[in-house]
Each structure stands twice: as structure tokens, then as C-alpha cells.
């Protein structure tokens, strides 16, 4: 009996989420007959990429129990570094390898920091974020990135080729996670990280590995966005690490770790970007927007709290 | 809690936000009256200058004097991303016509093939953006303003150097203002230091600290908008060089003119926002309704400084 009562209150916990897009999804079509469109769906769709795709990696850094808060400058070092390459002239394909390559590096620097000095994820990504942004605005000082190739530029432009390459990304962090002995043991060390220990399972191995695939899912994100815009500066993804943080938390992933899923963060992301397009089809200003993600994230956490509380309670 | 109590709470919850949201937008969330042009303006984030942040209330007078809706799409970042989304939304929403002062012009180019595929005319207010669907630009003449100030400098100041804080590399107005500026210094014998800011107070205020260390020679600095160059002006008195070196600054906002009448920033070139306004909301207009319109409108800056300032407070 208590078992299916488990079951239930966790199938509950994933629907919930969903429950609210359909909501909020069927609240802006009754509203506004413009929102009722094809066009619309695309476009939220592609809106959603930059985002969704940078969320993937916050998704396993926080089931794992670990934070990253250098993913916005993290992204903005990869776009500047991309956009320095193309204009130096180097092939496109090589351009977009040395630019994932760099985006895992910048990540498993961040695991090994974590990991090797012992300092709280807080602090170490705070300190990362400061060093990423500054490396950006180094490179990207006094350059000019804009009108590259048109190679390059596909990779951003329209809807297939950038949602294609979302539903990869979510795809490849999905079977990580369900699938392998690695992404199955990020719920156990968020979870508990000293049992997982004491279960002989290799916790600052795994979390060096999952800070690396945060930062190469950033690296993917980082590339379309200046395929998409077709430049590039410095002050690129500030504020993004946030964004993506509140993604994956409306989602129903928790902060404290152990639970979670790519799944429901493709959920938060859809939530915030079919918010921000209900409300500009309503002509509601973007403040207001801001605010309604706001109350959305305060919303999606309180459930968190009560949901724990209740099983706490069982 | 019950689960089925949980739902009703969930669904209860965001219906309560969405009200509140639909409630708090007054009279922005109905969409367009039966009939009646509808138009979206998205601008830089008023919220981060005073500048942009007149446009938009400009914009809203216009459009009110003309009998048109205008939906305020701006960002609230300076998120050249964001505001490529807004352009998105706005073409869905099936707008009349699209206003964008850009947050970086070289953005919005498949947005703009989608608003010509759509048919939805699309004009440019402060920034020109290189599109053939782009159909009208009101601007300062940035780079002939820009020289005005340069030959201001020139004959203000003597021979040094002087450094610029610039706004974005690439972004066409802080190019034609540094450049204006620079030409002009340039042949008359002047040592220019330029360096980015992108268009961010911090940035600015910390360039033109280390630049002015780095450089004892610095007679002047120039900011390429206003904010800038009071985040410059604020470098030089923490440095104690306001005997040394004058500041100058681009945009003729409240704060620089009243830093003028201070006796502190010693000129800025006044845009004419209202006017810049004025002459899209009108060239849109007439374009949805099929005639002929202003496609170009380059409005010469003017250089404010003590002799004039009361006539601009």
C-alpha cells in the first residue's frame, strides 16, 4: 500500500509540471487567437533551444547535488572563442569541434576544482563564472566577430536544423542518465554523496564527468546562438546561468539533488519560453514577463518543499 | 495533502498567476481593436538609459497622436537574443509593423526575411540595420556629429591624448561615433585610445580608470553615450585629474546637461529622440496605409556646452 502510494506521489510529482504547461499552453489559445497558430508553435520551439539546450547540463549538476554557476560566462567564453576562429578564417567544422572541445575542458575544470580543493560548487563556479567572463572579454576585446560563413550560419538558421540539434543533446542526456552505470549513480550521490562513498562508487571521478558534460552541452548552446545572430561579443549569456537554472527547477528538478530528469527540464524550459510568447501575443511588456517567471519558480519550488515534506512525513 | 487537492491547488495557482498578470498588464494585454493599426516597437532596454527610455515614451505620444496601437516589446537586458525573440513574437502576433531601435544591428537578419515573406514593414530608429526589408531609418548622423564634437575637442584642448569608450565593436552607432571623433582628432595630431565597453557603465568606469594610469598624456575622454562618459567623468575625479583632463559625451541626457551646468562634463552632442520618434511612428504609418513615406532621415547632433546649456535644461 505505502509502495503504491510512493509510485503515485512520484508519478504525481512528474506529471505536475506538464500539467502546468498544458495549463498555461491552453490559457494563452483561448486568449489570443494569434497564439493559436503553427508559426507560433515553431517559433516557441526555437525559441527554446538556446535555453533548453543550456539547461541539459544544470539538469545533471543539480541531480547530481552540485551547482554550476559559471555556465553563462561559460557560454560566453566558447561564443567569443568561436567567433574569434571563424574570423581567423578556420574551417567551420574544425571551428565547431575545437569550440566543444573547449566548452568540456572549461567544465572538467570545474569539477576538478570542486573536487580537488574541497570548496562548496557555490563558491568554486562563483569564482569561475568571474574567470570565464574575464577570458571572454580578453579575446573578444577589440574584435569585431560578425558575418560569418554561411556554413556556419546554417547551423542556427530556421527551425529544423537548431531544434534537431536540441532533441539530440536531450536524447544523449536522457540515455546518459537512465542508461548508464554513470548517469544512473548522479541520483545516488545527490542522493547521498558519503553513502555513495561508502558504496564504492567513485564520487569525484563522476563529478568531474558531469561538470564536463555541463560544459559541453553550454558549448553546443553557445555555438547556435552565434550561428543564430551571426555575431558575437563578450557580453553574451550574462545572467543565462540563472535562466537555465530556473528551468530545470520549474521542471521539478530539485535543488538539493537526488531527483530529477532531462524530461522535466525540457517541461521548465517550455514553460518559460511559451510565457514569454503568450504574454508578448497578449502585448504584455517584458517586466511583466520577468515577474510571472518569478512567481513561476517560487511556485514550482514550493511544491519541491511540500512534496518533500509529505514524504519526510511518510 | 491529497494528490487530487495538489492538482486543483497547481491549476488554482496559475490561473491566480495568469490573472494577476493579465490583470497587472491594464490596458497592454487586449489585443488590437477590430480595425485599428497595430504596431510593435522594440528597443534598447529603457531601463538601462535614460535615452532609450524617452524613445519609448516618445514612441507611445505618437503613437497616440496618430490613432495607432503600440506594443512596448522592448527587453529588459540588453540581450540582442531577446530581442530577436520579440521581433519573432511580433511577427506572429501579425502586427502591421515592426519598430526596432537594435541592441546590436546585425542580428535580426532571418527575422527580417520572415517580416518581408509576411509582408509586415519593418523600420529602424536609431541604429541602422544592413537589411533590404528594412524600409526607413531616422538616426542622428552619427559620424558627421561625431566630427562636429571631434573639432569641438580640437579647439577646446590642447594636443594629447585622448581616450574613447566605445560601445560595441561592430554595433553601427558607437562605429560612426568613434570614428567621426577619431578622424578628426587623428589629423590634428592627437593620440587616440579606443576601447570597447559595450555600451556598460562598469566597464566603462573601469577602462577609463586603467587607461587613464596607463596613459599620463590623457588631455580628454570621450565617452560614445552619455552614461559612458560619466562613468569616465567619475575615472577622472577619482584620479583627481579634473584640472587635466575634460570630458566629453554623446546623447544630451538630463544627467549630462545637469553635469554641464555643474561645470564638470564639458560638452555633449544633443539626438533629437522625440524628433527620431516622431518621424518612424509617421513613415510606418504611411507605409501600412500604402503611401509615400520618409525612408531616410539623418538629424544633425549638436554640440551642448556652458554657452548654451540653458537654452537645452
Sequence with gaps: MEATRGTRSRVMQSIQPLLGLVIIYLIFVVLSSTFRTFDTAKTILTQAVILGTLAAGPTIVLISGGLDLSIGSLFCLVAVCTGRMLIAGIPVGLVVLISLVVGAACGAFNGAIIVGTGIPAFIGTLGMMKTFRGLAEILGMNQDMSRFPESFQMIGKGYLIPISIMAVTFLLVYIFLSRTKIGFNCYAIGGSNEVSRLAGVPVKKYYIIYYTIGGLVAAISAIIIVARLNFTNSAFGVGMELNAIAATIIGGTSLSGGVGGIGRTVIGVLIITTLNAGLSHLGVSSSWQQISIGVVIILAVWLDVIQRRREAKA | ?313
Aim: charged content about 20%; proline content about 3%; overall charge negative.
Design chain 2, 1 to 313: 495533502m491529497r494528490i487530487h487537492t495538489r492538482i486543483v491547488l497547481v491549476v488554482l495557482a496559475l490561473l491566480c498567476v495568469s490573472g494577476l498578470l493579465f490583470a497587472g498588464a491594464g490596458k497592454e494585454s487586449g489585443e488590437a481593436a477590430e480595425g485599428k493599426i497595430t504596431i510593435a516597437y522594440t528597443g534598447y532596454p529603457g531601463g538601462l538609459t535614460a535615452f532609450w527610455a524617452q524613445m519609448a515614451q516618445y514612441m507611445k505620444e505618437e503613437a497616440e497622436a496618430m490613432g495607432v496601437e503600440l506594443l512596448d516589446m522592448s527587453p529588459t537586458t540588453a540581450d540582442a537574443a531577446v530581442q530577436k525573440d520579440s521581433v519573432d513574437n511580433a511577427i506572429n502576433r501579425g502586427v502591421d509593423g515592426i519598430i526596432i531601435g537594435a541592441v546590436d544591428n546585425r542580428a535580426f537578419g532571418e527575422s527580417l526575411d520572415r517580416a518581408a515573406e509576411k509582408g509586415i514593414p519593418v523600420v529602424a530608429v536609431d541604429t541602422a540595420i544592413d537589411h533590404p526589408h528594412i524600409s526607413a531609418l531616422a538616426q542622428t548622423d552619427n559620424l558627421a556629429s561625431a566630427r562636429v564634437l571631434g573639432q569641438y575637442i580640437v579647439d577646446t584642448t590642447e594636443t594629447g591624448t585622448v581616450i574613447i569608450l566605445g560601445g560595441t565593436l561592430g554595433h553601427q552607432t558607437g562605429d560612426a561615433r568613434r570614428d567621426g571623433v577619431k578622424q578628426v582628432l587623428e589629423a590634428n595630431g592627437y593620440k587616440v585610445v579606443f576601447r570597447a565597453c559595450n555600451w556598460d557603465v562598469p566597464t566603462a568606469l573601469e577602462t577609463a580608470t586603467n587607461e587613464l594610469a596607463a596613459n599620463p598624456g590623457t588631455v580628454a575622454v570621450f565617452g560614445c553615450w552619455d552614461p559612458g562618459a560619466l562613468a569616465g567623468l567619475a575615472a577622472v575625479k577619482q584620479r583627481g585629474l579634473m584640472d587635466k583632463v575634460k570630458v566629453y559625451g554623446f546623447d544630451g541626457l538630463p544627467d549630462a546637461l545637469m553635469s554641464i551646468k555643474d561645470g564638470e562634463l564639458t560638452a555633449t552632442i544633443k539626438q533629437d529622440n522625440k524628433e527620431m520618434a516622431r518621424v518612424t511612428i509617421r513613415s510606418l504609418v504611411s507605409q501600412i496605409n500604402g503611401q509615400e513615406s520618409v525612408k531616410k532621415l539623418l538629424i544633425d547632433g549638436f554640440v551642448i556646452d556652458k554657452s548654451n546649456i540653458d537654452q537645452h535644461m
